[in-house]
């Protein structure tokens, strides 16, 4: 199993964005689905997660900015990222809990910089 983040960039302050994260392989299922960040001297923060059941959660600061969800072969999600803001700039990971032969682990994706200019 491997996780693919994709969609970061350069984007100005109002701007939007929208990142993917796609989970390759077969055999599996995947339970919870989220999106973190780590911003330059900061530990990595969650941003947004989201269970099987479609139940989502959201950090403070992107309440109401960014909506996380997922695609319809339940292999990946998105987060669509509205009215950025300088501090959300940094590195974003996907990270999906994922069982496999009876046993859950944790899967991460490589990365995908968003960087927002004021």
């Known amino acids: 199993v491997q996780l693919q983040a994709s969609g970061g960039g350069l984007v100005q302050a109002g701007g939007s964005l929208r990142l993917s994260c796609a989970a390759t392989g077969s055999g599996f299922n995947i339970n919870v689905m989220g999106w973190y960040r780590q911003a330059p001297g900061k530990q990595r923060e969650l941003v947004a997660g989201?269970?099987?059941?479609?139940?989502?959660n959201y950090a403070d600061s992107v309440q109401g900015r960014f909506t996380i969800t997922r695609g319809t072969t339940k292999k990946t999600m998105y987060l669509q990222m509205n009215s950025l803001k300088s501090e959300d700039t940094g590195v974003y990971y996907c990270?999906?809990?994922?069982?496999?032969?009876?046993?859950?682990?944790?899967?991460w994706g490589q990365g995908t910089l968003v960087t927002v200019s004021s």
């Open positions: 989201i269970t099987s059941e479609g139940i989502t």
């Open positions: 990270r999906m809990r994922i069982g496999l032969a009876g046993s859950a682990s944790d899967y």
